[in-house]
């Protein structure tokens, strides 16, 4: 297993050829402390607030929190680590750190993505989250969900290795010297996963809205006629 993540390693430096101008890299640098400073700060100033204030501390905002600590390790490892390679311009650190970075990173974003998802699904009330429990089911669900999307490249289904810069790792899209089986395999379940469950989810849910606006509509102009 090593050896193979080893040789991941090694040949992801040759796949960027010729190399991106050096201005590039300092632009992403820049761009990485910019919004790691302002989401470690403004993430911060909530959760100090949701802590410190009782009012505050509602099943909804509990959702919310898990939202702020999750783009709080995001700024603090994901910018940090981006910030470092881009101005050095290539991956300062090991292998192994690669797949951590790629794995956490790959996490972390699926999860705050599901996590918007939920909230907006709340805000129309399709799923509303009354009490903690509730919020406590909803964060686990999502939790195991977005575990399922990240885990398969650690028990060898698909692979993680640098992006194209070679400054960030993450899930390796390209087949290369991949099984093709595997592969595509691998991106259908990712793709289903991660797009076309919650694009489902989403469609049905607004489908509800407009029938339960119309409902109401209906209801209404029944009324009226009535009176």
Known sequence: MRASVEKMYENSSNELDPAPPIVLFYLMGIWAMIT???????????????VTTKKLRTPFNFILMNLSVTELIISCTGNSLLAINSFNRQ????????????????YLGK??????????RDQDRQFPLSTNFSSLVTLIFIWLYTLSCAVPPIFGWGQFSQNTLKVSCGVKWAQADQNPVEHISFVAYIYMLGFVIPVIIIFTSY???IRTVN?????????????
Request: net charge neutral; hydrophobic share 50%; aromatic share 16%.
């Open 36 to 50: 790691g400073i302002t989401g470690f700060l403004a993430n911060v100033i909530a959760i100090f607030l949701f």
């Open 111 to 120: 999860y705050h993505d599901n996590i918007k998802d939920w909230v907006h």
């Open 207 to 209: 489908l509800k809205i």
């Open 215 to 227: 409902m109401n509509k209906h209801g209404k102009e029944f009324t009226e006629t009535i009176i």
């Open 91 to 106: 991956w300062m650190f090991s292998s192994q750190m690669c797949q951590a970075n790629a794995f956490g990173m790959t």
